[in-house]
């Protein structure tokens, strides 16, 4: 699994253009995220703010994660604009009847493959050895390309779930 982000998004956009990050607790099948970049293509191409288009990148990466990318050097994403892309994945959300809203559904690398594990199941995945401080994590959080590059996929222990491998330390001494 290629997990250097830089290889899937446009090097050109300025490091500070906004990122967002909608994942599927699921993975979509291969044809779903083919029709859901056909959805995103449609919407790049009619994404404007007060009039201007946006300069917009879009994709689905894993099968799993809907990535959206605006670079504001010319036009700023803002109310309007942003209320048309939330419609956008609501319209993905309702089709493929998946959550891209849910926030306690966290995703990790393990043994190679993607998965994903409730926040209230963090505690259970560490003391069973599914999930160590190594252990692959998508940062679901980063808010710009320079963060989605560099801080998308992280150890676990290099995130705010660090807290975790520290309250397992003291239990096990």
């Known amino acids: 699994m290629d997990t250097n982000i830089s290889n899937f998004i446009p090097s050109h956009f300025n490091d500070n253009s906004r990122v967002w990050i909608f994942q599927n607790p699921i993975r979509f099948n291969d044809a779903e995220t083919e029709e859901i970049k056909n959805i995103l293509s449609s919407f790049l191409s009619q994404w404007n703010a007060h009039g201007a288009a946006v300069k917009g990148f879009a ?17 700023i994403v803002s109310g309007c604009s942003t209320d048309s892309l939330e419609r956008m994945i609501k319209q993905i959300r309702d089709k493929y009847n998946v959550d891209l809203f849910e926030r306690l559904s966290l995703s990790f690398i393990v043994d190679g ?61």
Not at 62 to 74: L, Q, R, S, V
Not at 148 to 161: D, G, N, T, Y
């Open 59 to 75: 994709t689905v990466l894993y099968n799993k994660f809907i990535i959206i990318m605006a670079d504001e050097g010319e036009t």
């Open 113 to 173: 493959e993607i998965i994903s594990i409730m926040l209230h199941e963090i505690e259970k995945h560490i003391e069973n050895g599914t999930l160590t401080p190594d252990t692959l994590y998508f940062n679901n959080t980063v808010l710009n390309k320079i963060d989605f590059v560099e801080k998308w996929i992280i150890p676990a222990s290099q995130s705010w779930l660090s807290k975790y491998f520290v309250e397992e330390r003291k239990l096990a001494k």
